[in-house]
């Protein structure tokens, strides 16, 4: 079967790969239809990403047909459309018996921490497939990127009506925007990237767009959010000095959630941290019930990924289009890649 490999740094391979064995107890065989492209997979072939092991097969975005099943399999049968959930979780650690198995102490993502999707078939637990029978497999694969927003507006508690910013405006910025206006938030934006405020004004419907990197930010939030600040600041950069800069975007006993992350420490202007009495949280991945709420949203119109689709190819063409989806001037949000069967 094709297989795409991450060999190192920059190079991609496509190899031909021995088709996975019938599923085992509890597993579910899929055929894998698309495929999503994140930043973590552009870390990845960027080689900055730490402690990752090449080769891998990349691909933890996935949109999937059920083949077959094995033994005590009953949520799933073959010929279902799934999304599927990555986090391959130990089921026994103090976060797994909370209930937190999205930060599993042992924690392996597939297509991470172990081969994940971009290749025709693989097994994987059934409990880990969210079926829809309405989405198309394009929908399904960005399920997995769209918990990310979801579970961090989960941590920060929205409640309706307040005025929440976001700070950095891909991806995993628009997921947050998407699901704070589900909450009933006012939604404020703030990014580098002028054209990407545009898209959040266009398709995400937010009250305002702040660009950075100019001028006196909170004076200008301010002013914007006529004399108060936002009660909660998500930050989705995963750039340490905006995590640091984000902490005085907060308005006092507001909440600050620290969605990317940052391969380094952060320093904390402990002042203002007390003077405000801020709470600071951490949002990991996303547990296993709110891919199902996800599904629902989508199926149900509330949310709507057509135009984050930037750049689509097929697994054949990746390896050549690849470098020129990672230039500033190509635009791109989401790239999806469709296995051909
Ligand atoms: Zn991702
Ligand atoms: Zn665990």
């Known amino acids: 079967m094709k297989t795409i490999t991450l060999e190192e740094p920059g190079r991609f391979s496509l190899s031909d790969t021995p088709e996975p064995p019938a599923p085992g107890e509890g597993e579910a065989q899929v055929k894998i239809h698309r495929v999503g492209i994140c930043g973590t997979d552009i870390h990845a072939y960027r080689g900055t990403m730490p402690f990752f092991t090449y080769p891998v097969v990349p691909g933890h975005e996935l949109g999937v047909e059920v083949v077959a099943t094995g033994i005590g399999v009953s949520n799933v049968r073959e010929g279902d459309r799934c999304s599927v959930e990555p986090y391959l979780n130990c089921g026994h650690c103090p976060m797994c018996r ?7 102490i042992e924690l392996k993502v597939l297509g991470i921490h172990t081969d994940g999707g971009m290749r025709e078939l693989i097994n994987v637990p059934a409990h880990k497939l ?11 694969a960005l ?5 990310i927003g979801c579970h961090a507006v989960q941590r920060a508690g929205l409640a309706e009506g307040e005025n929440i910013l976001v700070v950095g ?16 938030a006012q939604v404020y934006a703030m990014d580098l990237n002028a054209e990407r405020l545009g898209f959040c004004r266009r398709e995400m419907q937010v009250q305002g767009t702040f660009l950075a990197g100019k001028g006196e930010p909170v004076g200008e939030l301010r002013e914007m959010l006529d004399g108060s600040m936002p ?25 600050l959630v620290y969605v990317g992350v940052w391969n380094g420490s952060i320093g904390i202007d402990d002042p203002e941290l007390h003077r405000k009495e801020l709470t600071i949280m951490a949002s990991r991945n996303a547990p296993s019930d709110d891919f199902p709420l996800i599904i629902n949203n989508l199926e149900s119109g509330q949310l709507t990924v057509n135009s984050w689709i930037t750049h689509r190819c097929r697994e054949s063409e990746l390896m050549e289009q690849f470098p020129a989806w990672l230039q500033p001037e190509a635009g791109l949000l989401k790239g999806v890649v469709s296995f051909a069967h």
């Open 98 to 104: 909370a209930g937190r198995t999205n930060a599993c």
């Open 143 to 147: 399920v997995e990127t769209l918990g």
């Open 231 to 255: 009660s909660v600041v998500f930050d989705a950069t995963g750039y340490g000095p905006s995590m640091e800069a984000s902490l005085h975007f907060v308005q006092p006993g507001g909440r």
């Open 130 to 140: 969210h079926p829809s029978s309405v989405l198309p497999y394009e929908h399904l």
């Open 169 to 184: 405006a891909g991806p995993i910025g628009l997921t947050v925007m998407a699901f704070a206006r589900l909450a009933g």
